[in-house]
């Protein structure tokens, strides 16, 4: 979608949710998912009267952590802010959120595009709780709005991108390179059908080669695959492209993405745009944090995905390609170190066991580490035989098969196979290092 | 004997001596309520049946030798409160019929140290007010003289304990809501250091502000009552791990060497405030020299920003707060909101509007943080202060009603207190015209036993406790 008038200027909002046990700011199980409506509540989430949030300390540190690991600076001094508005899913009338001294601040990731590597800035990751959830049904024939609590005060991080991306194509290798860092982490798991990750694209064009940001952006609200986010974002430069070709200016608004016609369409302009009247939380005090915390807070996030990448290659002397394949998951990464530790004492090699995870697309959760050793070995391990012993049976074996050995000396090479059969027959059909065997053989012979 | 009329200390007393039952004491609590409870209005809610019951189970207790700092004691309780199956209303007919689904962690307390609770009382609805006049129940009278008001927003917990429906009360107070009605009804009023005394349960009025104290008859009765509801809670994270010490200990070390300051700009003619006021104020620092301690003038240059710091970030703080009262949960619409809620709701949500925030909520701050210096750097020089409670006497049913401004300025020597989240101890220091007058000790944050030492030797050189309202 490059165009040489044009450049698009694309920048992200996305909201992980946390899988924390217990909620933002109560103690009710923060897991929703497929519960039965309304079971996991408090006075707290349900917003009664005087109940007050206590902040989750470890939702707090992912929340950290998730900053660290998109190299933010952590400031020493934070802050919840309401960020106050009226919608029936929100029981409090305000959203517990951070404005002005988020958590996290000016960080950036790198990502590979096929010929070219890129750094996005990220303006911000800051902590806040979700909404509960709307259920438009028919209850005795009545179309009603049922509300679902269990999702509401569930810990949500917002990471704030700057206005870096100039295609869809980035937008999507940095959200697949998100969603692994923060599977990483072991912080969310960042299913998008579930919901624990939602994308909010802005989108602009300018006039190619000009420096300051457009007069306009449109932002498209809440889409649920990486899929969609490219096709509203393409959608979105064709349109914008259009309208300005016309003589006119896209007008600033939020959109919604319909995916079944496959295009945005709006949903609220700038003059109806919110005021919500942020202020500090006075129910939860300021949060500061010592340059110790931050550092031990540091050493105990487990290796991320690039970092994993490189020692991997290094360590185990892989290719690029492997490195890759093997690092896309953490349990995958994980699983191939286990075996490599295995296999050490029964001389496996870790490329050995990196092809047949690759090649055999070995499914880490049903193998255990040891068994694939076990397989390997029993493919490609040659049993350990004494070499004296060897060349007796090789020579034993030449004498009873003259045939072979004429057939061999006349140029039918493959004869070799059938002579290495007949060692291994000698040996109970043992796994031989057939290359080993060969040599030998071919020594002999000529 | 009226039992109804005793001491929290002498009930505690005649109960384990067995000098009389729980049943009996709550009887007369409950008969004083029936008799003249018509007139006061100090009730919302009277929970007669439970209240014997647990009256009940408590004599079963003392009879077998268990004691507990409250047992047996009828304690009423601010209808801000929740308190799990008895109907919680604010004083807002938002929330007339809403019967909580748990009790706020005071109540719970209240209710482990064997408290009796025999009823909800009357206040200004979400507290919103100086007077008591603001309740959607009806204003509450005061019982030294019943055409005028009781003080505000706590006005049922003031004028039911000063009228013995009760032993000790609750009350919040968020610019002087505890302190104002105890010295307009003889009684001993505490508003404890922010974070104190836990938040959890009890209906917000404005959040940074709002401190949860309560109402005795005595400065030690108030020590004992402080024992029970103050500490760190899970539920509230504005409630520091402090320990909390027993307030009677050394409530009774006199004042010997203590420095307290009269900070100047509270105690001088000035337009609004009382002469004689400014007598009965000046005669209580006497006492206070000959009981021992040091007088000293000191300045807190930035009271006169105090009401107007004030009156922007409280109502900011309202108007989050009641958002959640949206018409849809409670079954009430926001129609039943009265005119001060929506005063307020409007004045808050438009100084947090955008554009607006950085010249009012923003600089109210900043004035705020300039007050707290102001209190910090006195403290330096002295331990506690001590300044009149309120700027006139009670005034009359509907005088000033009409004018909010008038009402609000009421608060001009309490409101200090809550922007800094010191601990202000309201004590009666005599009366004018047969209208109780208080004087409030100010102290730093988490001075409460001190506050104690200062009130109990004033209070036991005074004795104004003594004098009771004829109903």
Do not use: M, Q, W
């Given at each position: 979608m490059d165009d040489k008038k044009y450049t698009p200027v694309i920048g992200l909002e996305i909201h992980v949710e946390l899988k924390t046990k217990s909620k933002m700011f109560c103690g009710c199980l923060a897991d929703y998912f497929g519960h039965k409506p309304n079971t996991h509540c408090c006075p707290v989430c349900l917003g009664l009267p005087g109940a007050l949030p206590v902040p989750n300390k470890t939702a707090i540190d992912w929340c950290i952590m998730i900053g660290l690991a998109l190299n933010c600076k952590i400031p020493n001094f934070s802050k919840f802010d309401r960020k106050n508005y009226f919608y029936p899913d929100l029981p409090k009338g305000y959203q517990i959120s951070q404005y002005d001294k988020p958590f996290c601040i000016d960080g950036k990731l790198e990502i590979n595009v096929d010929s070219y590597k890129k750094l996005i800035g990220i303006t911000r990751v800051h902590m806040e709780e979700d909404t509960g959830k709307l259920i438009h049904s028919m209850v005795d024939g009545k179309d009603v709005s049922l509300i679902d609590f269990n999702r509401s005060s569930v810990p949500l991080v917002e990471i704030v991108t700057e206005p870096d991306f100039k295609n869809s194509k980035e937008v999507k290798i940095f959200l697949q390179k998100l969603q692994q860092v923060v599977r990483y982490l072991g912080?969310?798991?960042?299913?998008m059908e579930k919901g624990d990750m939602r994308l909010e694209p802005n989108i602009s064009l300018k006039i190619t080669g000009e420096k300051s940001l457009p007069k306009y952006k449109v932002e498209v609200k809440n889409i649920n695959s990486f899929k969609f986010v490219e096709k509203a974002i393409d959608f979105e430069i064709k349109r914008q492209k259009e309208i300005l070709e016309s003589g006119e200016t896209p007008a600033q608004e939020t959109r919604g993405f319909d995916e079944k016609k496959g295009k945005t369409v709006s949903q609220r302009s700038k003059e109806e745009?919110?005021?919500?009247?942020?202020?500090?939380?006075?129910d939860i005090p300021p949060i500061k944090f010592t340059d110790l915390e931050i550092d031990s807070l540091k050493k105990a996030m487990p290796e991320l995905p690039d970092e994993k990448f490189k020692r991997l290659q290094k360590e185990h002397s892989l290719s690029e390609y492997d490195s890759e394949i093997l690092t896309r998951e953490k349990s995958t990464a994980d699983y191939f170190e286990e075996a490599v530790k295995i296999g050490k004492d029964h001389n496996v090699l870790p490329k050995q066991i990196a092809n047949t995870i690759i090649n055999k697309k070995i499914n880490v959760n049903n193998v255990l580490p040891a068994e694939l050793i076990k397989m390997i070995i029993s493919t490609t391990q040659v049993a350990a035989i004494d070499e004296g012993e060897l060349e007796k049976i090789v020579k034993m074996v030449l004498d009873e098969n003259p045939k072979a050995v004429e057939d061999y000396k006349n140029g039918k090479t493959q004869a070799i196979g059938f002579l290495i059969g007949m060692i291994s027959r000698k040996l109970n059909n043992i796994k031989l290092d057939s290359q080993k065997v060969k040599k030998i053989l071919e020594r002999h012979l000529n | 004997m009226d039992l109804n009329g005793l001491t929290l200390t002498a009930v505690k007393k005649g109960l384990l001596k067995k000098d009389f039952s729980s049943v009996e004491l709550v009887k007369s609590c409950l008969s004083q309520i029936d008799k003249f409870d018509s007139q006061i209005?100090?009730?919302?809610?009277?929970?007669q049946e439970t209240a014997i019951k647990q009256a009940e189970l408590s004599d079963e207790e003392i009879k077998n030798g268990n004691d507990l700092p409250l047992l047996g004691v009828p304690i009423a309780v601010k209808d801000l409160f929740l308190t799990k199956d008895v109907r919680t209303t604010a004083a807002s007919n938002v929330l007339k019929d809403y019967i909580p689904q748990y009790d706020a962690t005071v109540v719970e307390k209240l209710k482990d140290a064997g408290a009796v609770i025999v009823g909800k009382l009357n206040c200004d609805a979400w507290a919103h007010g100086s007077s008591g006049e603001n309740s959607d129940f009806g204003p509450t009278k005061n019982p030294w003289n019943k055409e005028y008001i009781p003080g505000g927003s706590s006005s049922g917990s003031a004028a039911a304990l000063a009228s013995g429906m009760c032993i000790a009360s609750t009350g919040t107070d968020t610019g002087g809501s505890i302190r104002l009605p105890a010295s307009f009804c003889n009684v001993v009023g505490l508003k404890p250091?922010?974070?104190?005394?836990?938040?959890?349960?009890i209906v917000a009025m404005a959040s940074s502000l709002d401190s949860i104290g309560h109402f005795t008859k005595t400065v030690e009765d108030n020590a004992l009552f402080l024992n029970v509801t103050a500490g760190k809670d899970i539920l509230d994270a504005t409630t520091p791990d402090i320990k909390v010490p027993d307030?009677?200990?050394?409530?009774?070390?006199?004042?010997?060497g203590i420095k307290i300051g009269i900070p100047k700009e509270y105690a001088t003619k000035k337009e609004g405030i009382d002469e004689n006021i400014l007598r009965v104020f000046g005669d209580s620092l006497k006492q206070f020299e000959s009981l021992g301690a040091k007088i000293i003038e000191i300045s807190l240059p930035h009271t006169e920003y105090a009401i107007a710091c004030y009156y922007i970030i409280q109502p900011a703080e309202v108007s989050s707060n009641l958002a959640r009262y949206d018409g849809i949960r409670y079954g009430n619409t926001r129609q039943n909101f009265g005119k001060e809620a929506k005063r307020r709701i409007m004045l808050g949500t438009y100084t947090l509007s955008s554009g607006y925030y950085d010249a009012y909520y923003k600089k109210a701050m900043k004035v705020r943080t300039l007050i707290k210096k102001d209190f910090e750097d006195a403290f330096n020089k002295v331990d506690a202060m001590i300044t009149p409670v309120s700027p006139t006497l009670p005034w009359k049913l509907g005088e000033k009603i009409n004018d909010p401004l008038k009402m609000y300025l009421s608060d001009i020597f309490t409101v200090t207190a809550n922007l800094a989240g010191i601990p202000g101890l309201s004590v009666p220091a005599g009366f004018i015209n047969g209208f109780p007058v208080g004087i409030q000790i100010l102290g730093k944050h988490f001075s409460e036993e001190l506050l104690y030492r200062i009130g109990y030797a004033y209070e036991q050189e005074t004795k104004f406790y003594e004098q009771k309202p004829n109903l």
């Open positions: 912080v969310s798991n960042a299913d745009a919110h005021d919500y009247r942020y202020f500090p939380e006075p | 209005n100090s009730f919302i809610t009277v929970c250091t922010y974070g104190k005394v836990s938040r959890y349960g307030y009677t200990k050394n409530i009774k070390n006199g004042l010997r």
